[in-house]
């Protein structure tokens, strides 16, 4: 008797067929043994003809039987060496119960986005008019440095908005920050590579340069952003910044350190990496000018993303790389494939092309101060003078430093889990281990209005 499940996702006769496969590899069909009619079976299993049928003429096909006049379907005679060994008995597995970890209902970590913000609706429409366009594009490769539609639309975004000075050319659509420093670290290998990093600072450039054999040395971040001082005595030929909102301490590097560190890259030909992570998010104050465009030709290699906006499940963003490196870009990568798909590019360069992004930025803008004001509001009702906040007016994330609180940094982060908040340590941005503040980052993106509140206070509870 074969055992069928009506239920499964394999048809009938797929099971029908594995089943006496099975039995004829086991030994348990002995060759020449005759199998029942197509009739017989069919009736016996409670399924059509057609299910036997499909099942034999498969096995028939394989070898696994054959068929005389008249009489019907027989076991082939197979060879010892096909015949599977029966299978040893494993013993029981016991499955030991997950620890209990408490659910976090409320996350505060820096990279997270409102759920609702992303436009579904519009989206889908510049999806669907590419469709109706039915542009022959989708049966070509994409131009190694992306779609000249989407570079166009950037160019222009970015000239208005950051004062970024750049023609399409150099600019290059990427697959999110890993792949521009992967696409910087292959113009740059045999450049004494040596890379200054910002100290605390983002840790995905560690792992980046670190993993292509660079030296990386960290920079402390003061007031006024990297230590420039430190930097010209480091011996790097490249800096690797966040200017305009310093990841993870929120500061802004003033103009007259900006000019210093160009002045350090042209007198020793060296390369700058200005990243403007967050540069559409800030709430108070004048726009904050782009490294780049205090110095359109000079060796910058500037790099921002639709991730803090629009989605990072887009993994879309941006590299402008600086004229002097074109011609190597071109040598190195012209055989290249872009790595974003063509069709999140058009869909993206329609989105610009109808206006929906400007607006899209004025709304998150405004969301986003709503939480950024909401935060700094719950900080300072639950914790008074217990904490402080840095880096505030900007991005989505302030970092919370509390005054004189004696407990690791580990300790406090396993309260607050077991109070149901996830935080993100600070020292996870550090390579030279943890600071003396206790300091967190609390991302106010992906929470609610409400569970901000909540979450501070829950904080409070568990700390103190």
Request: hydrophobic share 40%.
């Given at each position: 008797m074969f055992v069928l499940d009506p239920t499964a996702e394999t048809p009938l006769y797929g099971q029908l067929y594995q089943r006496i496969k099975e039995s004829v590899l086991a030994g348990k069909l002995p060759a020449d043994a005759k199998l029942p009619s197509v009739r017989l079976l069919a009736a016996e299993l409670s399924v059509s003809r057609n299910t036997v049928e499909g099942a034999y003429l498969e096995l028939y096909s394989e070898g696994y039987l054959y068929s005389k006049p008249r009489s019907g379907y027989y076991v082939s005679a197979l060879g010892r060496d096909a015949l599977a060994a029966p299978a040893p008995q494993q013993p029981p597995v016991v499955k030991m119960a997950p620890a209990e970890v408490p659910a976090c209902e409320v996350d505060f970590h820096p990279a997270r986005l409102d759920q609702a913000a992303f436009p579904v609706l519009l989206w889908r429409k510049c999806v669907q008019s590419l469709f109706r366009q039915g542009l022959p594009r989708f049966s070509h490769y994409a131009?190694?440095?992306?779609?000249?539609?989407?570079?166009s639309f950037v160019r222009e975004y970015l000239e208005r908005s950051r004062g970024v000075v750049c023609d399409p050319e150099q600019i290059v659509i990427c697959s999110g920050l890993q792949q521009s420093l992967d696409i910087v670290v292959h113009l740059t290998r045999g450049e004494q590579p040596v890379v200054a990093l910002e100290e605390p600072g983002y840790h995905l450039p560690r792992s980046v340069f670190g993993n292509h054999g660079f030296k990386v040395i960290p920079i402390p971040v003061t007031a006024a952003g990297m230590d420039l001082e430190l930097l010209a005595a480091s011996g790097s030929s490249i800096a690797y910044v966040t200017p305009s909102h310093q990841f993870p301490l929120g500061q802004v590097m003033p103009v007259?350190?900006?000019?210093?560190?160009?002045e350090w890259a042209r007198s020793g030909a060296r390369m700058i990496v200005e990243d403007d992570y967050d540069s559409e998010l800030r709430y108070y104050g004048k726009p904050i000018?782009?490294?780049?465009?205090?110095?359109?030709?000079?060796?910058?290699?500037?790099?921002?993303?639709?991730?803090k906006v629009l989605s990072p499940a887009l993994r879309m963003s941006y590299l402008v790389l600086p004229h002097a490196r074109l011609s190597d870009?071109?040598?190195?990568?012209?055989?290249?494939?872009?790595?974003?798909?063509?069709?999140?590019?058009?869909?993206?360069?329609?989105f610009m092309k109808q206006g929906h992004w400007d607006r899209h930025l004025r709304r998150m803008r405004t969301l986003?101060?709503?939480?950024?004001?909401?935060?700094?509001?719950?900080?300072?009702?639950?914790?008074?003078?217990?904490?402080?906040?840095?880096?505030?007016?900007?991005?989505l994330h302030v970092v919370l430093q509390l005054s004189g609180h004696a407990a690791e940094e580990d300790v406090l982060v396993e309260k607050a889990r077991q109070n149901g908040i996830a935080?993100?340590?600070?020292?996870?941005t550090r390579a030279l281990g943890k600071p003396k503040e206790r300091q967190f980052l609390l991302g106010f993106g992906g929470p609610t209005l409400q569970e901000i509140d909540q979450g501070i206070e829950r904080l409070v509870q568990a700390w103190y």
């Amino acid at each position: 008797m074969f055992v069928l499940d009506p239920t499964a996702e394999t048809p009938l006769y797929g099971q029908l067929y594995q089943r006496i496969k099975e039995s004829v590899l086991a030994g348990k069909l002995p060759a020449d043994a005759k199998l029942p009619s197509v009739r017989l079976l069919a009736a016996e299993l409670s399924v059509s003809r057609n299910t036997v049928e499909g099942a034999y003429l498969e096995l028939y096909s394989e070898g696994y039987l054959y068929s005389k006049p008249r009489s019907g379907y027989y076991v082939s005679a197979l060879g010892r060496d096909a015949l599977a060994a029966p299978a040893p008995q494993q013993p029981p597995v016991v499955k030991m119960a997950p620890a209990e970890v408490p659910a976090c209902e409320v996350d505060f970590h820096p990279a997270r986005l409102d759920q609702a913000a992303f436009p579904v609706l519009l989206w889908r429409k510049c999806v669907q008019s590419l469709f109706r366009q039915g542009l022959p594009r989708f049966s070509h490769y994409a131009d190694p440095r992306g779609e000249a539609e989407l570079r166009s639309f950037v160019r222009e975004y970015l000239e208005r908005s950051r004062g970024v000075v750049c023609d399409p050319e150099q600019i290059v659509i990427c697959s999110g920050l890993q792949q521009s420093l992967d696409i910087v670290v292959h113009l740059t290998r045999g450049e004494q590579p040596v890379v200054a990093l910002e100290e605390p600072g983002y840790h995905l450039p560690r792992s980046v340069f670190g993993n292509h054999g660079f030296k990386v040395i960290p920079i402390p971040v003061t007031a006024a952003g990297m230590d420039l001082e430190l930097l010209a005595a480091s011996g790097s030929s490249i800096a690797y910044v966040t200017p305009s909102h310093q990841f993870p301490l929120g500061q802004v590097m003033p103009v007259a350190s900006l000019l210093k560190l160009l002045e350090w890259a042209r007198s020793g030909a060296r390369m700058i990496v200005e990243d403007d992570y967050d540069s559409e998010l800030r709430y108070y104050g004048k726009p904050i000018p782009s490294l780049q465009s205090l110095n359109p030709g000079g060796n910058v290699a500037y790099v921002g993303t639709f991730s803090k906006v629009l989605s990072p499940a887009l993994r879309m963003s941006y590299l402008v790389l600086p004229h002097a490196r074109l011609s190597d870009y071109r040598r190195r990568f012209r055989e290249y494939c872009c790595s974003v798909p063509v069709m999140e590019q058009l869909a993206l360069a329609e989105f610009m092309k109808q206006g929906h992004w400007d607006r899209h930025l004025r709304r998150m803008r405004t969301l986003y101060r709503r939480k950024h004001d909401a935060l700094l509001r719950a900080v300072d009702r639950h914790f008074g003078a217990k904490a402080v906040v840095l880096g505030q007016g900007a991005g989505l994330h302030v970092v919370l430093q509390l005054s004189g609180h004696a407990a690791e940094e580990d300790v406090l982060v396993e309260k607050a889990r077991q109070n149901g908040i996830a935080l993100f340590p600070i020292s996870a941005t550090r390579a030279l281990g943890k600071p003396k503040e206790r300091q967190f980052l609390l991302g106010f993106g992906g929470p609610t209005l409400q569970e901000i509140d909540q979450g501070i206070e829950r904080l409070v509870q568990a700390w103190y």
